[in-house]
């Protein structure tokens, strides 16, 4: 298997096509700016000495060596073989809400992502444990299944948004099914299920979703981030400024309320325990301290072992492209056109 370790340097291979509309820029102000100089064929009997053919192989080089100096600091490893690796630990869903009253501001900097935050912390904490996201609004998805590979579930983590799911609403009852549906009951490890939402607007299965889940051993526990006198939800332009607040139809603002009681009714079916999320306090560590303290089974991951580093490849060939660019010049040279023979016969056939 062949992947890079760190993927997030690869978005500097942008600067290729970048360079690349730059050099050509620059070749065309070069033109320009010799054609007013003075008439073409006196511009290149004065500019004789230099070749364009090597100014082009010059680029050709730089840019060959930049793509190989990218993919080499993204340090690109093979594994050398899969294998099932043995681990203990705890399968643990998280239900994340991305209604759009996830983005009101009563908690800091918004209520979305101060969940993302926690989960990420909770990732940090990980050990073995198997974690996946679910997120859901109207619609439940899977934004990544259970994993132990927690670089992954960074990444799937940052993409969250309250335009992942399309279809408006709250049905924590669809996420409940949908984490029942991802979890492998044929394992015997212990089940978790942390729903984060602010409660609003729940549809009426939430409750049978969360009994049949708590018959089947998983444990529940809920997180409700807002205030339960309500907030707004701000309007931001493209530019990032806020311009408004939203509003209903008549016109007036629309309040989002944080809905405690039915959270709380929800982390008592499934056995667990709600949390109120504040600015202050990580709800998640509160929770992995209670989780940790599961009996953890073991349970099999087919993995790539071994992975090593290869990165070499490709910052070898940088170094020698960037050495090829620094000792070519663009200036011709006349021994090596004395044996152009094409040159050699134009000359011949001038009177």
Do not use: C
């Amino acid at each position: 298997m062949f992947r890079f370790l760190h993927t997030e340097y690869l978005y500097l291979l942008i600067l290729v096509p970048a360079l690349i509309v730059f050099f050509w820029l620059v070749g065309k102000l070069r033109r320009r700016a010799l054609e007013r100089f003075g008439e073409k064929s006196t511009v290149e009997r004065l500019s004789e000495e230099s070749s364009q053919r090597k100014r082009t192989v010059k680029i050709l080089l730089l840019l060959a060596a930049l793509t190989f100096l990218v993919l080499g600091i993204a340090n690109p490893q093979v594994g050398t073989r899969l294998e099932e690796v043995k681990q203990q630990g705890v399968d643990i869903f998280i239900a994340l809400d991305v209604s759009l009253s996830m983005k009101a501001e009563d908690i800091k900097p918004n209520r979305l992502e101060k969940a993302k935050l926690e989960i990420r912390n909770l990732i940090d904490r990980l050990r073995g444990d198997r974690i996946g996201l679910i997120v859901f609004a109207g619609e439940a998805y899977t934004q990544f299944p259970l994993t132990t590979d927690y670089s992954a579930a960074y990444l799937f983590l940052d993409a969250v948004d309250v335009d992942v799911v399309p279809v408006p609403g709250t049905s924590i009852a669809s996420a409940i099914e949908r984490a029942m549906e991802s979890f492998d009951f044929k394992e015997t490890t212990s089940k978790v299920l942390i729903v984060i939402t602010d409660g609003e607007s729940f549809d009426g299965d939430t409750f049978d979703a969360a009994t049949e889940a708590a018959k089947q051993g998983v444990v529940i526990y809920a997180i409700g981030l807002g205030s339960p006198d309500g907030a707004p939800i701000p309007v931001y332009d493209a530019s990032g400024r806020q311009v408004d607040f939203k509003r209903d139809r008549s016109g007036n603002v629309v309040m989002t309320k944080l809905d405690e009681t039915t959270l709380e009714k929800l982390a008592a079916i499934g056995n667990g325990k709600y949390l109120r999320g504040t600015n202050a306090q990580d709800e998640l560590d509160e929770i992995y301290k209670s989780v940790n303290a599961m009996q953890k089974k073991e349970f099999g991951v087919k993995q790539f072992t071994d992975f090593e580093d290869r990165f070499q490849w490709f910052l070898i060939p940088a170094t020698l492209l960037l050495l090829a660019e620094v000792l070519t010049t663009e200036r011709k040279l006349r021994w090596l056109a004395r044996w152009n023979i094409l040159r050699r016969s134009e000359e011949e056939e001038k009177p």
